[in-house]
């Protein structure tokens, strides 16, 4: 039991070129996130998914794709990367059986620059 | 929109000595709140949560925190801390489809 991996761990990207950030999750949760984590400023949502073929926009989606094409798998993609796409990515899958163990569980982080 | 305050970006303890990070909320409902912990070039690692109930929690590790409604607060506390405690803690209130609204982190440190 993995829990939730990410691919690659680190990446440097040159403006302008894209690229896709893989997740997966062995714990058959129904609902994945996206965030970014920059300094002084927390963790924040680019997209969720709910359930397998559903994805929303959280609070910082511009300049992301995403696709949950599968249900372990959620993908997260940048079509033309900028600068201030420079940040630390971290997938997170949800268990959600009853209020009580309502939690997310996050992967590892992928470490982007873009030059 | 639900938001969080982590008003301390630093704290230094001594080992042994108690801990207290600081949390405050904005939320139109019962929140749902957590308290994460990340070690350097790490995830993040659920510490304890409330979501209803007995307003102090415990957690893993040694940790709780206190729910407290009037002061929309939710203070982790630690009576003794550790030196593998050092890391960066992250309070986060959860919302529609548990959508976790994340504070800005405060950074403990802790000197032997």
């Known amino acids: 039991n993995a829990g939730v991996t990410q691919t690659p761990k680190f990446q440097v990207l040159k403006t302008g070129q894209s690229m896709t950030l893989q997740c997966a999750q062995d714990?058959?949760?129904?609902?994945m996130y996206w965030y970014r984590q920059d300094p002084g400023m927390g963790l924040r949502l680019i997209y969720y998914?709910?359930?397998?073929?559903?994805?929303d926009k959280g609070e910082v989606p511009d300049g992301y794709n995403v696709s949950r094409l599968k249900k372990q798998n959620f993908l997260l993609g940048l079509e033309s990367a900028a600068p201030s796409q420079t940040s630390v990515y971290f997938c997170?899958?949800?268990?959600?059986?009853?209020?009580?163990?309502?939690?997310?569980?996050f992967g590892p982080g992928t470490r982007l620059t873009v030059l | 929109a639900q938001s969080v305050t982590q008003p301390d970006i630093h704290i230094t303890v001594s080992e042994g000595a108690s801990l207290e990070l600081r949390c405050n909320y904005s939320?139109?409902?019962?929140?749902?709140l957590f308290w994460y912990v990340q070690s350097p070039g790490q995830g993040l690692q659920l510490l304890l949560k409330?979501?209803?109930?007995?307003?102090l929690v415990q957690g893993i590790k040694g940790f709780e925190a206190e729910f407290k409604r009037s002061q929309s607060s939710f203070n982790l506390r630690k009576p003794s801390v550790h030196w593998s405690d050092a890391a960066e803690y992250f309070c986060?209130?959860?919302?529609?489809?548990?959508?976790?609204?994340f504070g800005a982190g405060t950074i403990l440190r802790v000197k032997s």
């Open positions: 997170a899958s949800r268990r959600v059986l009853a209020p009580s163990t309502d939690t997310q569980y």
């Open positions: 714990m058959n949760h129904n609902s």
């Open positions: 998914s709910a359930s397998e073929g559903t994805t």
């Open positions: 939320y139109g409902a019962t929140p749902y």
């Open positions: 409330y979501f209803s109930g007995d307003t």
């Open positions: 986060a209130v959860g919302g529609e489809g548990n959508k976790l609204v």
